[in-house]
């Protein structure tokens, strides 16, 4: 199965559990070899049938076949690019889709967080901030919500890079309004980043999920309002 679709199958039958799937993972060299032997670690209720049908799923799912997935990475935990740091955290996700720089996954991160309803003051304090790490040589991390994480991705721009983690999928962006904001970072040499796979909403257990990841892939966390 070719590498793609074998990473959207698992991602997809361990959708909202990505860390048990990092942990299977994690006795093999590689996910191709875990992939061989998934009867042992495969989802307990799935039967070889339904296993054969999902991966057939995969590689006919319309995600897969959109022209806009092809900017999308798909890693495994275990692949050369995935993020140091992310991998190892005990609950690291299995899978990860990423659209963007996968260099910036690797360099220095600090993730810059706060709060939705922010101040005009805590806005302006997290943008000046977050361009004076960029131009230090930080990768600011956040997660592309309203408020502070926004600020901390504008700061960015014209700066330095900054990586945004989703609460959603890849075939959707939330905020819907911070859709040109996520282009911007990309282009900028930036990355999104998310754990879950395409049709996945964002439903409000989803940002703790994605918490980890921010922190996870960051040196540190600064707090702003």
């Keep these: 199965m070719e590498g793609k679709a074998l990473r959207l199958a698992l991602a997809s039958a361990y959708a909202g559990n990505s860390a048990t799937l990092g942990a299977r993972l994690r006795s093999f060299s590689s996910i ?3 992939f061989a032997e998934r009867a042992r670690w495969w989802p307990d209720e799935t039967s070889e049938r339904q296993q054969q049908l999902a991966l057939r799923c995969a590689e006919k799912h319309p995600w897969l076949a959109a022209p806009t997935s092809r900017d999308w990475h ?3 935990l275990g692949d050369d690019a995935y993020p140091p740091l992310l991998a190892q955290l005990p609950d690291a996700p299995g899978v990860i889709f990423i659209k963007g720089s996968l260099g910036a996954l690797k360099q220095p991160q600090l993730a810059m967080v706060g709060a939705r309803a922010a101040s005009a003051e805590g806005r302006e304090n997290a943008k000046r ?3 004076s790490l960029a131009r230090c040589g930080f990768v600011v991390t956040s997660g592309l919500a309203t408020g502070i994480d926004a ?3 504008e700061g960015t721009l014209g700066i330095g890079q900054s990586i945004a983690v989703m609460g959603t999928g890849p075939d959707s962006i939330y905020p819907a ?4 904001l996520a282009e911007r970072l990309v ?3 930036g990355a999104l980043v998310t754990e879950f796979p395409p049709g996945e909403k964002p439903e409000p ?5 994605r918490n980890r990841i921010i922190s996870g892939m960051a040196l540190g966390v600064i707090v702003v309002e």
Aim: glycine fraction near 8%; aromatic fraction near 8%.
């Design 32 to 34: 191709e070899n875990a």
């Design 74 to 76: 798909l890693l495994a």
């Design 129 to 131: 901030l977050a361009g």
């Design 151 to 153: 600020a901390a991705h």
């Design 177 to 180: 309004r911070h859709a040109t």
């Design 187 to 189: 282009a900028e040499g």
């Design 205 to 209: 257990f989803h940002f703790p999920m």
